[in-house]
Each structure stands twice: as C-alpha cells, then as structure tokens.
C-alpha cells in the first residue's frame, strides 16, 4: 500500500497548530507544488488520513470521556480530566474537533469544485462529497449553527457568515444525493480511483466494486442523518420524510437491482494510508496517542487512562458495585464478554477478598475517596484497568499491535452503527423500511462482537428478556435497547457518535462525574477560540449555561 499519508496535507494545506479560521483558506508551502497544481487524486488520501487523525485522537478522548468511559488513573496520577469531569467547558476545550475539521473539509471542497468537464475526476468528485457530508454533521451536531455556504472560499470571504443548522443538513444531505448520482450516471469515462481510495479501494476487485460500496456509505450516512431528525417538526419533518421514501423507493427499485441487502454499508468502514512504525506520524493516530509509540514506548495517555467505575460495573454485570440504581438493572449478572477486549482484567484484593476481573475508577474520584479506594491491607487495590488492544486484536506489549493496527486502519464508522441505524429505522417507519429490526438489531451486536475479537457465548440468549439491552418490551425499550447496545459498541471506536445518540435519545443512562458543576452532560460545544479571533463579526455568541439546556443555540434536531 502506498504510504501517501502526510504528503498531501502539508502542501495543499500547510498544516498549522496555531492556525485560525483553516475552513477559509488553501495555504501554499513555498517549497511545495503550487495548489493549482494538485490533482484530486492526489489531495483526497491525504484529507480523508488526516481528518481521521481529529475522529481517532480528539473525538475519541471526547466521546470516552463524556459518555463514561473513561476515569483517571488516579492511584498513580494527579486528576487529569477536571475539565471533563467538572464540565467548566469554555472556548478552548476541545476546539481541534472545529479546528481540524474544518481544515480537511476544505480540501474536500477542492476537490468538489475541481475542473471536471470531461468527468475524469467523477469518483474523487462522489467521494469528496460523501466525506464532506459525513464530517459536516459532526460540526452541526456538536456546534449548531456554523459557517457553510460561504466557506471554504480561501480569500475571496475571510469572514463567512454562520448557516442555520438546518440548512447544513439540507445541504449535506442533497450532497450525498449527488454523490450517488454521479456514481450512479457512471459511463467509464472516470479514472480508477482504487490507488488513491484509502477506504474501500484496497482488496476491491473493480473500481466499480470500490465505488458501489462508497454508494452504500452515502446511503448509510443519508440515513444517520435522516434518524437524526426523527423528532423534527415543521417543514424539517417533511423534508425528512421525502427523503426517507427516496431511500425506500431507491431500496426497493428491482428493475435496476437494488434491494435492502445492499443499499447500506454491511462492512467497518475505516481508512488505512499505510501505517508504519517509521516514527510517531506515520502510525495510527490512536495506537501512536494510547498504546504504543514507533520506539515501543508506552505513552503517557496509556497509564493514564483507566476504564471508569460505572462501565465496569456495566460490563461485569453489576457484579462490582451490587448498585440498586435503576439504569445498572438491565445488566444485572450478564458479565459481557468484550469487557476484556475493551480493557484488561486485573487481580487485586479489596476487604480481604480477591477479584480477577474489571476495576474501574469513578469519574473525578481521587484516590482515597469512595470509588477510588484504597485498601491498606492490600496495595494491589490499586490495581486499575487499563485499555485493552481488543480492537487490534494483538498483544502490544509483544510488538505486535502495530502491524495489526496496519491492517485494521482508521475506524470511520463500525458495521454495528450501519446495523443499530437501519434497526431503528425499521422500528420508527416500517412501512418504509420493510425488514426484521430485530434481525438488524441482533446483526449489530454480531458485528460488535467480530469488531472487538470477542465470543458472544451465551450472551443473545441471555439479554433476551431483558428490555432495555435485548429486544423485548416496548417501542421505546427497543430504542433504548438500540441506543444501549451502540454505546458499548462504540467504546474506543466512535464514542463521540455514542456521545450525540445520547443527547438525541436520553439513552443510555449516565451517570455524572463527582466532581460535576452541571447537572447534565452538554447538548453541544463552546465555538472555538479561533473563531472569536478570526471571525469575531459572525460568530455567535454563546454563554455558558447555554451549553446544558435546550435552547435557540443547541442543534435544530434536539431542540424539543
């Protein structure tokens, strides 16, 4: 595979830590190839690498941290997640998600807007705009309101006016129907666009293979944001609704071939430029930042992160805490068997007894306090789990993480999200989405379980009867069952995608930090300090306790 990871980003780019207002401007490096110069396939490995690099390092920190994933290990560290935990979230937290984000959907946009009169560059064109779209909803669904339809046009508008949110969704979601569209008028005259796809063009035996699954993508992610809105009113409903029925007229469309089976991605979709262990930018952005560096160094994130108190008890069935809290019920005695793919089991003694299985910390507990004890007979209390490579499926403390991180890329999105999202769209509009939501629901876990190299033993049979975590009860205890299953699933995968689920759903339950200042999780992020500085004229305003209420600043789908 050719490693073509960096190349591109640095000279189209000019990649720049401090940089402000990067959806703005295409800066050139001197020494480098003029802009101009750069052809889309050239420029598309690079963006879609390093817009992952934000999804796999920021976002996964983010999305760990605000559903519960994730404590301190504070038995050997100071509180390194106060800001988290405390949730004191002000213009400088996490402000590489906008940041970075909006750097390499720039460079989606040049290729967009690439001279294509002779259709050369159609698949670099259908594959820009379905990267574009899916990154942009994660701008919109952790921002609200943002600069699009002025962005992105280097010097010709340094101060781009902030679109309604809804007019992103309308956008992105007409996107994705152009991008199938230029798939779908095809004639051969498109170059094969496989030596530069790092997502589907490796292993696929055409380009037309390579480009159908890209298809099935932009289908899968029209749909997440379809579900996004299933509790929009007004003309946002009924815009919603019409493109439903497309994606059900397009499903069920025999005479040119389609049908439920593959108008949606049925595979992990993930990014691989060539991963290597050369040196630290050159491997994978997550393995590099949590488990190991090119030298075979730990890095500090790794003894830093433990698995929090409450996923512990989640996963080992409530055996840790015997919680009468009402959202641990549902997991009472099931001990799930990617516990251990997740993060590693370890033995210690607590009150004269010894446990070989999770042990968490409770989220902003320092050592000492309840959730975070220590017992003074048995210094192997301190004992915490740490990340497990399951993943990866390899051992990194043997070397062998690296290579099987080569082979298992960059997760864009998991099979088991495809899955949960076409179960509960066949839930909400069955007239439309005319197949078993259990079938697809069971799919998911099935496929979470292959993700993280797990059996699932007894596990079906055994949330079966139980609402909430298998498929029983009510509509809404299936939603939840849905929203339950997605969350662990995305666990050191896609948690920020869990993060955005929950504030849509209220699904799954989560409990605060100790040291929390609000009294829920936020329903979006502070606009950047970069946008205050760069921008100051358009960009909104927003205060604090703006943050963790619904209100005209939260996003347009979890408004009511």
Known sequence: MKKIKFLIPLVLLGLSATSCNNYL??????????AENILPSLALPGAISEIYRTQGTDMMRFGNLMMNNWACNVYSYGETFSTENTLNLNSSSYSGIWDNLYLNLNTFTFIENFPNADHKQDNYVAIAKVMKAFYMQYIVDLYGDAPYSEAFKGQGNLHPKYDNDEDIYRASINNLNAAI????AAEGLAEDSRTSDIVFGTGAGSNAVAMTKWRQFANTVKLRYLIRMSNATGAMATFRDQELAKLSADANNINLGHNWANTFINETVKENPGYSAANNDSMHP?????????????????????VSEHLANTLEGNLILNSTETY??????????????????????FNNQTFTRLK???QGATAGQSGAPQDPNSPSSRNVSQLANGNFIGNATSGSLIPLANGRGGVIMTAS?????????????????????QTKFNQGITDSFTYFGAAPGTYMADIATRAGLGWTGSDAQKIEAIMTQKW???????????FIEYNRTGYPAIPLAVTANQARKPYRLMYPTSEFSA??????????????????STPFWNQN
Not at 488 to 498: D, G, K, L, M, W
Request: aromatic letters at 12%; charged letters at 15%; a neutral charge.
């Open 181 to 184: 569209a230029i798939i779908d």
């Open 25 to 34: 401007d295409i800066n050139e490096n001197p020494n480098s190839v003029p």
């Open 488 to 498: 662990i699933s995305t666990v050191n995968a896609t948690p920020t995608e869990a």
């Open 328 to 349: 641990y019920t549902k997991f009472n005695n099931i001990r799930d068997p990617r516990r251990t793919r997740q993060f590693t089991n370890v033995t210690y003694t």
């Open 286 to 306: 997550f393995v590099q930042s949590y488990f190991v560096t090119a030298a075979g160094q730990r890095p500090s994130n790794f003894g830093i992160v433990t």
């Open 360 to 362: 968490g910390v409770r």
């Open 417 to 437: 999200e495809s899955d949960f999202l076409q179960a509960e769209a066949a839930l909400r509009w069955p007239a439309l989405f005319n197949y078993s939501a």
């Open 535 to 552: 921008n100051p004229s358009n960009v909104p305003n927003i205060s604090t306790g703006q943050l963790f209420t619904k209100n005209s």
